[in-house]
């Protein structure tokens, strides 16, 4: 069983910055795989960003270029830095762990308003 919990969610004006925390347990953690992913009130879960063991990293259109997913293994922790945010940005931010299994951490709210 694998651990996952995200923090580091708030609100922010427009423009704005926010990073992201997500720790998962495990002594594995270098080869998970891990995303990001948004849920916007009356929207489906969207997948945001990927990086997997390698450090290659993938984005959805809507972000590239504004946010940057990142891992440190020594941490067992993923980060995902936002930069020039939007309200559209605005939802709840899930991690999630790929190892065997999928593993979801409760979500952070990050709301993006003036």
């Known amino acids: 069983q694998v651990q996952v919990v995200e923090s580091g969610g708030g609100l922010v004006q427009p423009g704005g910055s926010l990073r992201l925390s997500c720790a998962a347990s495990g002594s594995r953690f270098s080869i998970y795989t891990m995303d990001w992913w948004r849920q916007a009130p009356g929207k489906q879960r969207e997948l945001v960003a990927t990086?997997?063991?390698?450090?290659?990293?993938n984005y959805a259109d809507s972000v590239k270029g504004r946010f940057t997913i990142s891992r440190d293994n020594a941490k067992n922790t993923v980060y995902l830095q936002m930069n020039s945010l939007k309200p559209e940005d605005t939802a709840v931010y899930y991690c999630k762990a790929r190892w065997v299994y999928d593993y979801w951490g409760q979500g952070t709210q990050v709301t993006v308003s003036s």
């Open positions: 990086i997997i063991s390698s450090g290659s990293t």
